[in-house]
C-alpha cells in the first residue's frame, strides 16, 4: 500500500514557475514508476509526466516537453514536477500516481496503482 500527498500547487502568472511534490509512504516507493497526471474543468484526466524508478526513463507529454521536468529522490520517497514557462492552459488539478507493476514510465493511467488527492495550479494570464 503505497499514500501520496501533493504539495505546491499554487496561483501563478502565466511565464512563471512552480514546483509540486509528492511524498509517499512506504518501504518499496524506490520500486514504483512515478507519474503526474491533471484533469482540468470539463476535460479528461491526461498524463503529463513519468519516471522510472531510478529517473532512467521518463516520458512527457508533448504539451509540456522542455517546459517540465520530473525528478524523484528515493532517499525522500518524494517524486517532483518542476513546471516553467507556465502557460493559461496548464490550469488543471495535478495528482501524482504509483505505478507498481511496470519497469518503465508508463503514460496510461489505467496502469497506476494509487493515487494521490491533486493539487491545484492556477495560471493566471
Known amino acids: 500500500q503505497v499514500q501520496l500527498l501533493e504539495s505546491g500547487g499554487g496561483l501563478v502568472q502565466a511565464g512563471g514557475s512552480l514546483r509540486l511534490s509528492c511524498a509517499a509512504s512506504g518501504r518499496t516507493f524506490s520500486r514504483y514508476t512515478m507519474g503526474w497526471f491533471r484533469q482540468a474543468p470539463g476535460k479528461e484526466r491526461e498524463f503529463v509526466a513519468a519516471?522510472?524508478?531510478?529517473?532512467?526513463?521518463?516520458n512527457y507529454a508533448a504539451s509540456v516537453k522542455g517546459r517540465f521536468t520530473i525528478s524523484r529522490d528515493n532517499t525522500k520517497n518524494t517524486v517532483y514536477l518542476q513546471m516553467n514557462s507556465l502557460k493559461p492552459e496548464d490550469t488543471a488539478v495535478y495528482y501524482c500516481?504509483?505505478?507498481?507493476?511496470?519497469?518503465?514510465?508508463?503514460?496510461?493511467?489505467?496502469?497506476?496503482?494509487?493515487w494521490g488527492q491533486g493539487t491545484q495550479v492556477t495560471v493566471a494570464s
Open positions: 500516481a504509483a505505478d507498481g507493476g511496470s519497469p518503465s514510465a508508463g503514460t496510461d493511467s489505467v496502469a497506476y496503482d494509487y
Open positions: 519516471s522510472s524508478w531510478n529517473g532512467g526513463l521518463r
